[in-house]
Each structure stands twice: as structure tokens, then as C-alpha cells.
């Protein structure tokens, strides 16, 4: 059944093979020796807040992305879930999905449930690695029988199958066990492995002891038998336990990607930990003869300290893929809503768009922007150039679907040297983004966008910048704002924030916003600096949603460009 799926489309579903409709899904049953497991999801009929084009489940719960990868022709997407509620709990599995394209899902077999003494109370996160030969294996973590963390392995039963929908757990599990001085319950997410110049393998375990976090470092000459590094890849001080670690090499010179075991003066290597509720990382340069990451600066546990995404966003994971030369993040978007509302609702989480990730020119961080594969599901294009917004402007971008939407903008700003000053030493962004909100005039900002606001603006989720004049330099802030993000009480409606790293003098104030319901991914500065927020407008819901640029500072700005999309739904399991 290669390049087959299962296509639902309102409450009928009906089967593809090679694109060729053959059959009404009337026909399946429980019994059927079909590889693809259909779901039924008891969800309310009402659903304001499901998405149209991200990834989720038809129903209960998701987290953390598991092994993503290319192999054969096709896409896969692991991920935790809940088969049994929409909360968190025991009997955690990895759910799997495929797709030809990132954007369009079909969900298959769960690939490893609980079901053995390395594994009995839940299968937690991991990462494939291909091995020599196209050979995909899995490392995850089990919860075994006595709530320790253990390391375990999987094989595909058949490596000919393209879709992977069988996976075999190794007899000899588990394959790494929490070492001395390691709390049973600290020791978890194994990042995929890499092959040192000397052949052997290397996977870093997520951990915490002796008051810092960690990556433990082990090494394999055959990919089962392991032995612990005697130091830790990297441990930081200012840290808590580290989950979901990722490293990754980046390209010094290109945007493109490279393959996990590539070491040389061509890349540098980035340390990624998710440490609660955020995703850090660090830049630097491997030791291979030391097995040792040297980072240009340490975590510090401030506002500091580089993140992947400034907003709601975790347990993020890579991979590369080698049908286009690039590296993919995923990550888990958690509710800002109750456990009841979660439970009311039928389902908990979702997938971010999948992001394109390389280093910036001046080689300091990371760039992230949606998959070009998005772009398919854009309709019904509107567009604006050269609108002066003056002070207290707001500017309705009409002729979209404003609650399913992409939209790409561009500011210019005539007078910068008239800018307020700022002094950014010790200055935490996201503490000014909440003090100085989109209803706080300064000189040039606030300015932005208004997304899922409703036509009188009782609700809205603001977007917008800010810019200073720095010592020498010129400062800009970038701000996702959910105060009046919804009538509804009970809500996080948590206040975003963080700088963006470009020089308002070389180049334009840019901003694109996916709009998708219940999430907002908003990416800055041509991508140098991404804050996602989930919001649940109580009135600005499907044709009641309108989106605004707006500018509430006293000097104008001149919208440069603005490209604005309704979003086409997207396949999604």
C-alpha cells in the first residue's frame, strides 16, 4: 500500500492508492486487516478551537515529538499520547503519523505501547537514528515496572514496509539503566546518536544531579552494548533536569542541513534543553577528541539565555532531511486552558508547524521559518504597499479567513533617531512587553498586528514591536500579548516577549503570523526570533475573527509591504 491513504472529509473517509480514489471506508471493520488505525473521536460536535492546518490527534492527549525522520519516500512523526484520556497519565504510547509532504497527515499503528517489564507503565520520548545500511532504529525511554527511567531499543519489523508500521522491541531491553549518583526518575529522552570519527556511536541522556543539568554521555561500538562517557557531554550549573535534550550540528556557511554524525571546521554544534516551561540552546564548537561541547556563553538562568521559541513551546526535536538537505524542528504546544476544559473539549495539545532551522550569518543563533510545504494551502491572497499608519491607526486587512490565516508584513521606519532610548543591560524583554502592552503609546510602537480580534477589538491577540535607541546600536522588542486575548476567565493569558536581533537601519521591521484558531506562531525579524501563544477568543471565533495592523506610537510607520492568506485546511490523521 505505498503512497495509499485514508482520507476523512466531513463524516465519509475513503481510500487512496497512488492518489486513485478506490473504495468507500463503509466496507472497514474492527476485524479488517488494514494497517491503518482509524480513530472515532467522541469530541464535541462544537469545536472553536481544533485547528485546521497543525498537527493533532482526532482526540485525547499529545506531547512531546518523537523521532521524526524521512525514510523511504515518506515523512514520520512519532509522538507521546494518551490513547486513553485527555490528560496526561500512565500507559503513555508513541502514536505515529505519516505524511508525503509535512503538511498532510494519515495516522497509522501505534508504534510501541507498553508491554513489558522495561516498559510497563508508559513508552516515553526518544529519537531515531538511520543507521549505516538505511537501517531506522528507535531509542526510547520506558518507565519500567518499578517508575524508573531505562533506556530502551525498537527495530522495524520490516524495513521493506515504507510506512514502518511495525516496530520489534529488543529482547536484551533495557539497553541503559539510570547510573549512580542518577535519581530513578531523572533520567530520560534520548537524543538521536551520531557516529564519532573513530566509528563508534554516541546518544546524550536527558538528566539532573549534584544540583545541575545535564547531557550523559555514552558510547557504543554496535548501537545495544553502552557504556557512560565518564563526563557529561555538558552540565550546567544554573539549570534544573534537562528533558528532551537535542545536538545537532549547524552549517557555518548555508542554510542548508546537515547529517547528525558531520564534525569538521565547515559546522559549528548547537545543545539544546528543554528545562520547564522553555526550550534553551547554546552555540558552540565539539570536542570529538574530548567529547566535549565548549558553548560561546553558558546558561545563565536569566532572560538572557537564547531560546528556540519565546512563547508556548517545548520538548522540541530535530532531524535531518536528507531529501532536501535541511533540519526540521517539531515541538509540543501545550493548552493554556483547565484540565476541565481539556476533558470538555476531548483532546489536549498540538504539534507547531514544522520549522526549517540554520545559523544566522553572524554565526550567534538560530533562524527559524515555516516549511516552504505550507505555502501549499495558501488561498485567496490580499495585499497592501506603502500605507502610511499614523499614530493611534488601525488598518482592518479584510478579504481572508482572519481565523485560519498566514500573514507576511514589512515596516518601515522614517525617523529612527527621533526613537526613546533604552539601556538593555539586565533588562527582561518579556517584563516590558507586559508593562508597556499594545495599550501603552510610546515613540515608535507599539505597532503590529491585532489577530483574532473581534470587529469592535473587546477581543484581540496583539503582536507588535517596539523600537529604542541602544548605545550605539538601535534596540528592537517584539511582543505577543494575550490580555485581551479573550471574555473567557480562567485562561493563561500569560504576556510574551523578547528581543530581535537586526538593525532597523539595513533592514525593514518584518513579521509573519500563522493564525490557526486557538494558536498564533509569529516569527520576527525574518525568523531570528519566533513567540507562539494559544488563545481562545470567546466572540472572535471562525467568521467572527478579523485581524488589524495597528500603530498606537506617536511617530507613523509605513507599512512596506503586507501579504495576507486565507489557509486551506490541511489532512491532518
Not at 499614530?391 to 515596516?411: K, L, M, P, R, Y
Not at 503570523?513 to 520576527?524: A, C, M, P, Q, V
Request: hydrophobic share 35%; with cysteine.
Amino acid at each position: 500500500m505505498d503512497k495509499s491513504l485514508l482520507l476523512f472529509v466531513g463524516i465519509s473517509c475513503f481510500l487512496l492508492i497512488n492518489g486513485v480514489k478506490v473504495e468507500d471506508c463503509d466496507f472497514l471493520t474492527e476485524t479488517d486487516n488494514t494497517r491503518f488505525q482509524l480513530f472515532q473521536a467522541s469530541v464535541p460536535e462544537e469545536q472553536p478551537y481544533r485547528t485546521a492546518y497543525h498537527f493533532q490527534p482526532p482526540k485525547n492527549w499529545l506531547n512531546d515529538p518523537n523521532g521524526p525522520m524521512y525514510y523511504n519516500g515518506v515523512y514520520h512523526l512519532f509522538y507521546q499520547h494518551n490513547p486513553h484520556s485527555a490528560l496526561f497519565g500512565d500507559g503513555m504510547v508513541w502514536a505515529h503519523s505519516a505524511s508525503y509532504d509535512l503538511i498532510n497527515w494519515f495516522s497509522l499503528d501505534h508504534a510501541l505501547v507498553p508491554s513489558e517489564p522495561f516498559d510497563a507503565i508508559s513508552c516515553w520520548s526518544g529519537s531515531v537514528t538511520i543507521l549505516p545500511g538505511n537501517k531506522p532504529v528507535i531509542l526510547y525511554t520506558g518507565i519500567d515496572a518499578n517508575y524508573n527511567q531505562v533506556q530502551n531499543l525498537a527495530t522495524p519489523k520490516n524495513r521493506s514496509d515504507p510506512l514502518l508500521i511495525e516496530w520489534v522491541k529488543y529482547s536484551g531491553n533495557p539497553l541503559m539503566t539510570p547510573p549512580k549518583g542518577v535519581d530513578g526518575d531523572n533520567f530520560r529522552d534520548p537524543t538521536t546518536a551520531w557516529q564519532g570519527p573513530d566509528g563508534t556511536w554516541k546518544v546524550v541522556i536527558g538528566s539532573y544531579s549534584n544540583n545541575q543539568g545535564m547531557a550523559i554521555l555514552y558510547q557504543s561500538e554496535d548501537f545495544v552494548h553502552w557504556t557512560m562517557h565518564r563526563d557529561p557531554l555538558y552540565s550546567a550549573s544554573k539549570t534544573q533536569m534537562w528533558e528532551c535534550p537535542d545536538f545537532f550540528p549547524v552549517s557555518i556557511n548555508s542554510t542548508n542541513g546537515v547529517d547528525t554524525s558531520v564534525a569538521n571546521p565547515s559546522v559549528r554544534h548547537v545543545m539544546k534543553a528543554s528545562v520547564n516551561p522553555h526550550d534553551y540552546y547554546i552555540v558552540g564548537t565539539y570536542d570529538t577528541e574530548q567529547e566535549k561541547f565548549l558553548p560561546d556563553a553558558d546558561f545563565t538562568g536569566t532572560s538572557s539565555d537564547l531560546r528556540i521559541d519565546y512563547g508556548k513551546f517545548y520538548a522540541s526535536k530535530t532531524f535531518f532531511d536528507s531529501k532536501r538537505n535541511r533540519r526540521i524542528l517539531w515541538a509540543w504546544v501545550n493548552e493554556s486552558d483547565s484540565s476541565e476544559d481539556d476533558i470538555q473539549k476531548g483532546w489536549s495539545g498540538l504539534q507547531a508547524i514544522p520549522r526549517q532551522i540554520w545559523l544566522d550569518r553572524a554565526g550567534k543563533q538560530l533562524v527559524q521559518w515555516p516549511v516552504e510545504e505550507l505555502n501549499n494551502l495558501r488561498d485567496n491572497q490580499v495585499y497592501v504597499y506603502g500605507k502610511q499608519l499614523e499614530s493611534g491607526s488601525v488598518f482592518e486587512v479584510s478579504g481572508i479567513t482572519a481565523s485560519q490565516a498566514d500573514i507576511e508584513i514589512n515596516f518601515e521606519l522614517p525617523k529612527l533617531e527621533e526613537a526613546e532610548f533604552m539601556d538593555t543591560i539586565l533588562v527582561d524583554p518579556q517584563l516590558i512587553c507586559d508593562r508597556q502592552d499594545s495599550s501603552v503609546t510610546g515613540k515608535y510602537g507599539p505597532f503590529g498586528l491585532l489577530a483574532l480580534a473581534t470587529k469592535d477589538l473587546t477581543e484581540q491577540t496583539a503582536v507588535f514591536f517596539r523600537v529604542f535607541r541602544g548605545d550605539n546600536r538601535y534596540v528592537v522588542l517584539m511582543c505577543s500579548e494575550q490580555k485581551r486575548s479573550s471574555l473567557r476567565d480562567n485562561l493563561d493569558k500569560t504576556t510574551y516577549g523578547a528581543f530581535v536581533d537586526i538593525d532597523p537601519r539595513q533592514e525593514m521591521v518584518s513579521l509573519r503570523t500563522l493564525i490557526d484558531h486557538s494558536i498564533i506562531e509569529s516569527f520576527g525579524g525574518e525568523g531570528r526570533t519566533c513567540i507562539t501563544a494559544r488563545v481562545y477568543p470567546k466572540l472572535a471565533i471562525n467568521n467572527e475573527a478579523h485581524l488589524f495592523a495597528f500603530n498606537n506610537g506617536t511617530l507613523s510607520v509605513t507599512i512596506s509591504s503586507l501579504h495576507a492568506w486565507s489557509m486551506n485546511k490541511a489532512r491532518v490523521n
